[in-house]
């Protein structure tokens, strides 16, 4: 344990955990910074469509709308820190103090936590809503409310840890090399707790989708709308494999690599593959609004509704559009089924 050194330089730190920082645009910073740039734009863009689509159309004032407003509230929080993030890296690194430098990687980390904790969130309330054969969960825009206030409260506190002591300023032996200023213990840490996280969600789809599986087989002995049990069952195990694949592919390798770091992996060559690991993640920003928002259609007439604003005087949210299909097709599959059963009984 030595004396602590918030007055040195960001360079200081790079130089002591061995990690190169240019005075100069080299070739592979100008094409991450640009496609960085690119995708925090987009990820913005889409997200704030989002946001606006289910505040001015009231089929959407329900519990995991408001979640899905807050996962692209997040998101769209991801691609402003990311932003920062463009406009502060490469040779411009060299010039920030180690205050400025704690606050762009607290951005960061609060906001792709608030991303994970509302996939989360997400995930439960459909679990919850399924095991019910509800369209909509019962929870209370209150409830909504706390929890959402949670979601972020949780974010914030991790985002800031670093910057509140779990760091290596005071100890120079526990820096990583991915980030010189963090403590490897905090980026073990980090790639735990979100690889538990994930955990979480594989057990939720999978139970939700055994759970339907099962349902749809029982309920199949009614001739009549097996094909809709069979379409039913097809659509959730898309989208449960959709979420969980692009889950993986987006998160798995940059937590990986932390973890790598954290447990101070000699041999693994992670600086050379971690900023391109770093915008994989940061995609998933941008492909949560199409995984949970556009793919339902009363979304996607929402969306035209407000692209095409100048034409639109005349246009209301009544068109008669199948919305919310997976849950309203196993919603009405069991009112029937049920009324079959009672019919059968009476005869």
């Keep these: ?23 100069i645009w080299r070739t592979k910073d100008k094409l991450v910074v640009s496609l960085g740039l690119l995708v925090c734009v987009i990820i913005i863009l889409v997200n704030l469509l989002v946001m606006v689509a289910i505040a001015i159309n009231r089929r959407f004032h329900y519990p995991i709308f408001y979640l899905l407003a807050n996962l692209a509230a997040a998101d ?3 691609g402003i820190a990311y932003m920062f993030l463009m406009f502060n890296t490469g040779p411009r690194t060299m010039h920030l103090t180690v205050r400025t430098w704690f606050v762009r990687q607290s951005l960061l980390d609060m906001s792709l936590t608030a991303s994970v904790a509302n996939l989360l969130a997400i995930a439960v309330e ?17 409830r909504v409310l706390i929890l959402i206030v949670c ?38 840490f980090w790639a735990v707790s979100n690889l538990i996280i994930f955990s979480v969600m594989l057990l939720i789809y999978l139970h939700i989708y055994y759970y339907v599986n099962e349902k749809t087989k029982r309920m199949s002995q009614h001739t009549t709308f097996h094909g809709r049990h069979k379409e039913t069952m097809m659509n959730l195990m898309k989208t449960v494999f959709l979420v969980l694949g692009v889950f993986v592919v987006c ?27 770093l915008l994989l993640a940061e995609l998933n920003s941008l492909i949560n609004p199409f995984i949970y928002s556009y793919r339902d259609e009363e979304m996607l007439y929402t969306f ?14 009544t068109d008669p559009i199948k919305s919310h299909i997976l849950m309203q097709q196993m919603l009405n599959t069991r009112q029937r089924a049920t009324t079959s059963s009672q019919d059968s009984s009476t005869v």
Excluded at 6 to 16: A, I, K, L, R, T
Excluded at 168 to 187: E, G, I
Excluded at 304 to 317: G, H
Aim: proline share 3%.
């Design 151 to 188: 979601i972020w409260c949780s974010a914030i506190m991790i985002g800031f840890i670093p910057h509140m002591g779990w760091n290596c300023v005071c100890n120079l032996t526990r820096c990583s090399r991915m980030a010189p200023l963090y403590s490897k213990s905090y980026l073990v």
């Design 251 to 277: 998160w798995t390798p940059g937590l990986v690599v932390l973890f790598l770091d954290g447990i101070d992996c000699k041999s693994c060559n992670i600086l050379e593959v971690e900023k391109y690991f």
């Design 76 to 78: 769209f929080f991801s």
């Design 126 to 142: 459909r679990h919850q809503t399924v095991f019910q054969f509800q369209l909509h969960s019962q929870m209370s825009n209150q």
């Design 1 to 23: 344990m030595g004396a602590c050194l918030h007055n040195e330089s960001v360079w200081f730190f790079y130089n002591n955990s061995g990690k190169e920082l240019s005075n």
């Design 304 to 317: 035209r509704t407000i692209l095409c604003f100048p034409c639109r005087q005349n246009i209301r949210f």
